[in-house]
T-cell receptor, first 114, second 111 residues
Framework: DAGVIQSPRHEVTEMGQEVTLRCKPISGHNSLFWYRQTMMRGLELLIYFNNNVPIDDSGMPEDRFSAKMPNASFSTLKIQPSEPRDSAVYFC????????????FGDGTRLSIL | SQKIEQNSEALNIQEGKTATLTCNYTNYSPAYLQWYRQDPGRGPVFLLLIRENEKEKRKERLKVTFDTTLKQSLFHITASQPADSATYLCALEDGGFKTIFGAGTRLFVKA
């Protein structure tokens, strides 16, 4: 079975550039989560979608961050303009929409903003 | 909202021993608590879930306990192996859909 697929695996770009991270959840999962992981702050939830609708984006750090889920099999997280403090590993996870379901994570995108 | 505390220091144990990792939370007792394993360069992988009305859950060499009085979960790996070396994350529900994760504890198992 294919797991959660994220692309790119690594991204290095200069400050001020637009960055787009992509995620394909597991087929049949209707909950999707974007996380950011850093040494200082650990794994932080940025935004959660259910049935393609954003439910809670209170973890999105600021207006430079935006996320979309145009259909059940694709989501993007965009940073524009990017800043060095955005450097982190960004994970996408999906789960079934039934109580207490575990989350299945992709292998992340390691983002470096120079 | 909830706060989770996991030992920030790495745990070093000898192969064959039992590893015990601790997860403490600060506020209300969550409806469930989960443990995940994370290897370098990979995403977390789900291991076990325990509900608030369960005291203990087992899966092969893994055992999780949940003490709502102490606000604590313990995660045990018996007969540990070098392949068990990884970071282990505790996660719990924080209102409805939301799951929050602890910072994780790194485990090193020496041969």
């Amino acid at each position: 079975d294919a797991g959660v697929i994220q692309s790119p695996r690594h991204e290095v770009t200069e400050m001020g550039q637009e960055v787009t991270l992509r995620c394909k959840p597991i087929s049949g999962h209707n909950s999707l989560f974007w996380y950011r992981q850093t040494m200082m702050r650990g794994l932080e939830l940025l935004i959660y979608f259910n049935n393609n609708v954003p439910i809670d984006d209170s973890g999105m750090p600021e207006d430079r961050f935006s996320a979309k889920m145009p259909n059940a099999s694709f989501s993007t997280l965009k940073i524009q303009p990017s800043e060095p403090r955005d450097s982190a590993v960004y994970f996408c996870a999906s789960s079934e929409d039934r109580g207490y379901q575990p989350q299945h994570f992709g292998d992340g995108t390691r983002l470096s903003i120079l | 909202s909830q706060k989770i505390e996991q030992n920030s220091e790495a745990l070093n144990i000898q192969e064959g021993k039992t590893a015990t990792l601790t997860c403490n939370y600060t506020n209300y007792s969550p409806a469930y608590l989960q443990w995940y394993r994370q290897d370098p360069g990979r995403g977390p992988v789900f291991l076990l879930l325990i509900r608030e009305n369960e005291k203990e859950k087992r899966k092969e060499r893994l055992k999780v306990t949940f003490d709502t009085t102490l606000k604590q979960s313990l995660f045990h790996i018996t007969a540990s192996q070098p392949a068990d070396s990884a970071t282990y994350l505790c996660a719990l529900e924080d209102g409805g859909f939301k799951t929050i994760f602890g910072a994780g504890t790194r485990l090193f198992v020496k041969a």
